[in-house]
């Protein structure tokens, strides 16, 4: 006796990545009948269900690590600005509600919200690639979830406040990599010396408190080196042991808030001048503009099980759909002539419409074609990812997609 199968396992990952989405859209019971439309197999709502297995989970999460480790094995020859790096990488996470039966396993901050978790990931600034990830629940603090290796050697990493960590920015520094980040109010930060000479105030500043400091200034940038405190944790028979160290902060001036932008970060002031510093800090948006296509466009938002690998499967299945997204973009904008790019939003609306006929036999458009209709219309709105490379597109910057 040989088992009829009705669902092919290959088919039915493909349908899971290209019809995964949240309770603001589609729901399982829809994915069950997009399967159908896709692939001509009739299945009973229960057998759908069963194939959302612990088994299953793994084959997806093994897929996306491969899709990872991939990104992380093309190392970008940056150019312009961002020449001296190895990579640009931007560490960011997203809170996604899920059900409040899941609260024991990701406990949520909010009481209208019992469970919800967090996804961390560390991506690729300039190409929007996910190179790491991680789940948690929303409780659970950003910092110490980021892990930094040797492989951070060279590596520019702009944080977000979540990583406002001194004991992370040491760790980066101590391996020779880069970091940007926003200052955060948590910090008593103590001016040491300053980098920038100014008529006036200049040398009162040292020894005293930053926010103190900074109080009545009218400058129209602030480049000075503070004090923060730093401690490592135990390990094995390493005692952990607490020190200071010094970073520099730099705060440029908007007049439309009427308040400084103050960042910290371990670039040299003799390379970088405070205007440099923001506008690499900038490359944060090209990240958030990922997130935000990711959770709208992509289903990574809301997620309707209360089964913790079903859960774990539908994230899985979205970050590699963005992943893919993300791929296809950059292919697909090597097509386009100079000084024209594809708008990430308008992008993700395209591909969306054409990824489930490329699981098929349906013939579908080529990237010259794809490229046209994902283009942003407005050639003034120049991606900062390219105005900082120094180039027109990705592939005549360097980037290798």
Known sequence: MKRHRTIDIVEFLMATVVLVCGRGGQTIASMRRGFSRLFGAHVARSSFWSRFSAGFQRLVSWL???????????????????????????????????????????????????????????????????LRR??????????????????????????????????????????????VTRLSKIYTA????????????????????????IVGLKRSFID???????????YRSNQGR??????????????????????VTNLKPASWSPTD???LYRLRTEVETSYKTGKSGLGLNELPSSKEHIVRTLIDAALIRAQL???????????????????????????????????????????????????????GRRPLRMAVAGGENEHLC????
Not at 398 to 401: S, T, W
């Open 64 to 130: 996306l690590e491969r899709l990872t480790a991939d990104a992380r094995a093309q190392q970008p020859a940056l150019t312009g600005r961002l020449k001296p790096f190895t990579d640009v990488l931007a560490a960011d996470s997203t809170v996604i509600k899920v059900h409040d039966d899941l609260a024991s396993v990701w406990r949520g901050t909010r009481s209208s919200r019992a469970a919800a978790l967090k996804v961390h990931t560390l991506i690729r600034a300039t190409t929007g690639q996910l």
């Open 134 to 179: 991680s789940v948690t629940a929303e409780a659970r603090n950003d910092a110490p979830e980021f892990k930094v290796g040797h492989w951070a050697r060279g590596c520019l990493f702009l944080f977000d406040r979540g990583y406002s960590s001194a004991s992370l920015w040491w760790r980066v520094h101590r391996l020779n990599g880069y970091f």
């Open 190 to 213: 103590r001016i040491t010396a300053v980098n920038r000479r100014h008529r006036g105030r200049a040398r009162g500043l040292v020894g005293r408190p930053f926010k103190e400091a």
């Open 224 to 234: 000075v080196q503070c004090s923060f405190r730093c401690e490592t944790r135990p």
């Open 242 to 263: 607490r020190f200071v160290q010094e970073f520099r902060v730099v705060g440029i001036w908007q007049p439309a808030e009427r308040r400084y932008l103050l960042l």
């Open 277 to 279: 510093v923001a506008e």
């Open 325 to 379: 997204a993300m791929a296809a973009r950059s292919t697909a904008e090597r097509h386009l002539p100079p000084g024209r790019w594809i708008n990430p939003g308008q992008w993700v609306t395209v591909w969306r419409e054409v990824i489930a006929d490329a699981i098929t036999d349906r013939p579908i458009m080529s990237w010259k074609a794809l490229a046209r209709l994902g283009q942003d219309p407005n050639v």
């Open 398 to 401: 360097g980037l290798e997609a």
